[in-house]
C-alpha cells in the first residue's frame, strides 16, 4: 500500500539528547514537509523540501536540522538547541511534480522530552 | 498577509444534527488554494477536499459538502446529518504560489450520540 509512515509513533528522550525522527514515502511525491503540533493549536511548518538534495526552513526552524538524500526520506533532527521540543511531530508530501498539492500526511510521532 | 481563521474553537452537537465550520481566509495573490483536513483521535490528518480560487462551484460527497466564496473569503465546510465517527478536529488551510500550506487553529467537533 502507498503511504507515508513515521516511526517510532512515541519516542521518549533526555534534555540535552538530540533525536531524529523518521519519515518515509513510497507515493513518488517530490515535496516533503515537517510540521509540528501543539495542543490546540494549529500546524507549523519546520522545514521543507522540493527535490532531493535541497530543502528550506519553514516558519519554525530553529532547533531543527532535516537532510533529503533520497525521494523517499525526509528524516527530521530535533536538536538539544531546540528550547520546547516536546510535541506531536507530523510528516507530510505532495506531488508529483505540481500536478496535486494537497499534502498527505503520515500518523505523526509523538515527542517528549523530560 | 496570508491567513486562516477558523473562529470556532470547539462545538458539539447531537448525533444527526447538521453542523457547519466556518473558514475566512486572507490573501492577497489570485490564484491560491483552500482545503480541508480532518485529524481524527489517532492524530493523522486526513485530506477531505482542495478548491482552487477559480472554482466557486460548491461540492458535495455524501454527508459533506463545502460552500467556496470569495467575495466573504470564506469556505465553510457543512456536515450533514451527523454522526459520532465525525468527532475530529477539522482544519481549514490555505496554499498561495509559494507552495506552502497555512493551517486556521482547527475546530474540535463533538458528536454527542
Known amino acids: 500500500d502507498g503511504g507515508i509512515t513515521q516511526s517510532p509513533k512515541y519516542l521518549f528522550r533526555k534534555e540535552g539528547q538530540n533525536v531524529t525522527l523518521s519519515c518515509e514515502q513510497n507515493?513518488?511525491?517530490?515535496?516533503m514537509y515537517w510540521y509540528r503540533q501543539d495542543p490546540g493549536q494549529g500546524l507549523r511548518l519546520i522545514y521543507y523540501?522540493?527535490?532531493?538534495?535541497?530543502?528550506q526552513k519553514g516558519d519554525i526552524a530553529e532547533g531543527y536540522s532535516v537532510s533529503r538524500e533520497k525521494k523517499e526520506s525526509f528524516p527530521l533532527t530535533v536538536t538539544s538547541a531546540q528550547k520546547n521540543p516536546t510535541a506531536f511531530y507530523l510528516c507530510?508530501?505532495?506531488?508529483?511534480?505540481?500536478?496535486?498539492?494537497?499534502?498527505?500526511f503520515g500518523p505523526g510521532t509523538r515527542l517528549t522530552v523530560t | 498577509a496570508q491567513k486562516v481563521t477558523q473562529a470556532q474553537t470547539e462545538i458539539s452537537v447531537v448525533e444527526k444534527e447538521d453542523v457547519t465550520l466556518d473558514c475566512v481566509y486572507e490573501?492577497?495573490?489570485?490564484?491560491?488554494?483552500l482545503f480541508w483536513y480532518k485529524q481524527p483521535p489517532s492524530g493523522e490528518l486526513v485530506f477531505l477536499i482542495r478548491?482552487?480560487?477559480?472554482?466557486?462551484q460548491n461540492e458535495i460527497s455524501g454527508r459533506y459538502s463545502w460552500n467556496f466564496q470569495k467575495s466573504t473569503s470564506s469556505f465553510n465546510f457543512t456536515i450533514t446529518a451527523s454522526q459520532v465517527v465525525d468527532s475530529a478536529v477539522y482544519f481549514c488551510?490555505?496554499?498561495?504560489?509559494?507552495?506552502?500550506?497555512?493551517f486556521g487553529k482547527g475546530t474540535r467537533l463533538h458528536i454527542l450520540p
Open positions: 507530510a508530501s505532495s506531488g508529483p511534480q505540481r500536478s496535486s498539492y494537497e499534502q498527505y
Open positions: 507515493l513518488n511525491h517530490d515535496a
Open positions: 523540501s522540493q527535490i532531493v538534495n535541497d530543502f
Open positions: 490573501t492577497r495573490d489570485t490564484t491560491y488554494y
Open positions: 478548491r482552487n480560487s477559480f472554482d466557486e
Open positions: 488551510a490555505l496554499m498561495n504560489r509559494d507552495d506552502k500550506i497555512i
